[in-house]
């Protein structure tokens, strides 16, 4: 696909779900999704390889929650894989400070590469566990939002996750299903490290005004500061999620 095609493509899918790219953005969106794809014949980044669904899957999926990020300054994406949301929210975010977090060295050399190729500015992709930065004082409680397009459990992503959040700042879980009944039993763990639940929106991704993708956006307010001891080490996440 060439660039004017993909610009096509991503102007269609965009109206459709009623998301707005720059044509500079679009040019760099362009630019990533080429070296995703690259880098994918060396190393599993995703599985999604159909450009249309790339478009779709990951770059609109990832711009549907960019509304809750306005006048935000800074954002860390745990377990950001290939770089969703993260490194769209940037592209589309000039002014927001981001950092990308992941376990695996591979995808933060990829994610290193982007950014590198893009010229993004004031943005750092880092090889680290959540449970490590959250213990950390250069990092905990040190972000306005913080988020996550993982599949952990809910009681497990929120120990993950809301050590990281500032105070008044918020946390932003991307589920594909199961998102209600996850919150109900996960409504404890909230409370114990600091949060409240804001809200629940349902969004559909869609193509030919067909729904393509349910997504649940959970956002949490941080509105106290997270116990010392929480993130636990993983060996006990592991073992024992909160309840």
């Avoid at 096509?8 to 044509?23: G, P």
């Avoid at 959970?218 to 006990?236: A, E, F, H, Q």
């Amino acid at each position: 696909m060439g660039l004017e095609e993909f610009k096509e493509r991503v102007d269609i899918l965009s109206d459709i779900n009623n998301i707005k790219f720059s044509e500079e953005e679009q040019e760099k969106l362009y630019k990533y999704m080429e070296l995703l794809l690259e880098w994918n014949e060396k190393m599993n980044l995703t599985a999604i390889t159909n450009e249309d669904e790339i478009i779709l899957k990951h770059f609109i999926d990832s711009a549907i929650i960019n509304k809750y990020t306005d006048n935000m300054k800074n954002l860390i994406d745990v377990g950001t894989g290939a770089g969703f949301p993260g490194m769209v929210l940037k592209i589309i975010n000039k002014d927001l400070d981001v950092v990308l977090l992941d376990a695996l060295n591979k995808r933060i050399n990829f994610l290193s590469k982007v950014i590198e190729k893009l010229n993004l500015k004031n943005i750092e992709a880092i090889h680290g566990r959540a449970e490590e930065l959250g213990k950390n004082e250069k990092y905990r409680e040190q972000y306005d939002v913080v988020t996550s397009r993982a599949v952990a459990n809910m009681n497990v992503l929120l120990e993950y996750m809301l050590p990281l959040v500032k105070v008044g700042g918020i946390c932003i879980c991307m589920k594909s299903k199961n998102a209600k009944e996850e919150i109900e039993s996960s409504k404890n763990v909230i409370t114990l490290l600091g949060g409240e639940l804001e809200k629940i929106e349902t969004l559909y991704l869609k193509e030919k005004e067909e729904n393509i993708l349910e997504r649940d956006i959970i956002i949490i307010r941080k509105k106290c500061s997270t116990p010392g001891v929480y993130p636990r080490n993983p060996n006990k996440i592991n073992k024992k999620a909160l309840s």
